[in-house]
C-alpha cells in the first residue's frame, strides 16, 4: 500500500537545539517530494520540493534532503518562531499525491 | 504571490443542512483540490478539478460534490452534514497535474452539530 509516514509525530526542543525530522514513504514512481510548513489555524505553506535522491535544498535555519526511501528536514540551532507543524507530500504515478500527517514541533526559548 | 482564498475561516451547521465552502484562486491554476484535514490522519483528498466544469473523485468523495463553473473558482457542497464531517476544509490550487506545488487557502473549520 502506498503510504507515506512522518516521524516523530511531535517534537520538542531547546532554542539552538538542532535535529531532524523524518518523511519515509513506500510509493513507487516518485516524482517528487513537497515539504510544507502549517501554523495553528492556517493552510499550509510551502517549502520545499526535491525531485531526485541526492537532492537537497535549504531556506535560513532549515535543509531538506531526499534519498530513494525518505527525506530528511533538518532544522539548524532552532528559533520559537519555528515552531509549527511540517508536513510532506509525495507524488508518484502520474497524478497521485499522499500527505503524511505531520510532525508538530515545539521550540521552546 | 499566489493567493487562494476561501468564502468562510469558521462554520458552524447543523445535522442536514446543505453546506456550500467556496474556494477562489488568482493565479490562473489548472487545477484546483479541495481536502480536508483531521488530526492523526493528515490531509485527505476529497475531490479535484483540472479543468472547468471537470471533477474527479480523490480518496474519501463520499457525502460531497463539488463544483468548478469558472476556472478561478471550486465550491465544495455538502449535500446534507453530519457530525462526522467536522473538520478543517483546505483547498489548493496548483499549475498542472499533481506535479507542481500546491498552494493551499487558509482553511475553513466546520462544526457540524
Known amino acids: 500500500e502506498d503510504q507515506v509516514t512522518q516521524s516523530p509525530e511531535a517534537l520538542r526542543l531547546q532554542e539552538g537545539e538542532s535535529s531532524s525530522l523524518n518523511c519515509s514513504y513506500t510509493v513507487s514512481g516518485l516524482r517528487g517530494l513537497f515539504w510544507y510548513r502549517q501554523d495553528p489555524g492556517k493552510g499550509p505553506e510551502f517549502l520545499f520540493t526535491?525531485?531526485?535522491a541526492g537532492e537537497e535544498k535549504e531556506k535560513e535555519r532549515l535543509k531538506a534532503t531526499l534519498t530513494k526511501k525518505e527525506s530528511f528536514l533538518h532544522i539548524t540551532a532552532p528559533k520559537p518562531e519555528d515552531s509549527a507543524t511540517y508536513l510532506c507530500?509525495?507524488?508518484?504515478?502520474?497524478?497521485?499525491?499522499?500527505f503524511g500527517a505531520g510532525t508538530r514541533l515545539t521550540v521552546k526559548p | 504571490d499566489v493567493k487562494v482564498t476561501q468564502s468562510s475561516r469558521y462554520l458552524v451547521k447543523r445535522t442536514g443542512e446543505k453546506v456550500f465552502l467556496e474556494c477562489v484562486q488568482d493565479?490562473?491554476?489548472?487545477?484546483m483540490f479541495w481536502y480536508r484535514q483531521d488530526p492523526g490522519l493528515g490531509l485527505r483528498l476529497i475531490y479535484f478539478s483540472y479543468d472547468v466544469k471537470m471533477k474527479e473523485k480523490g480518496d474519501i468523495p463520499e457525502g460531497y460534490s463539488v463544483s468548478r463553473e469558472k476556472k478561478e473558482r471550486f465550491s465544495l457542497i455538502l449535500e446534507s452534514a453530519s457530525t462526522n464531517q467536522t473538520s478543517m476544509y483546505l483547498c489548493?490550487?496548483?499549475?498542472?497535474?499533481?506535479?507542481?506545488?500546491?498552494?493551499f487557502g487558509p482553511g475553513t473549520r466546520l462544526l457540524v452539530l
Open positions: 493565479m490562473d491554476h489548472e487545477n
Open positions: 526535491l525531485y531526485s
Open positions: 489548493a490550487s496548483s499549475r498542472r497535474s499533481g506535479g507542481e506545488t500546491q498552494y
Open positions: 507530500a509525495v507524488h508518484y504515478n502520474n497524478n497521485d499525491m499522499r
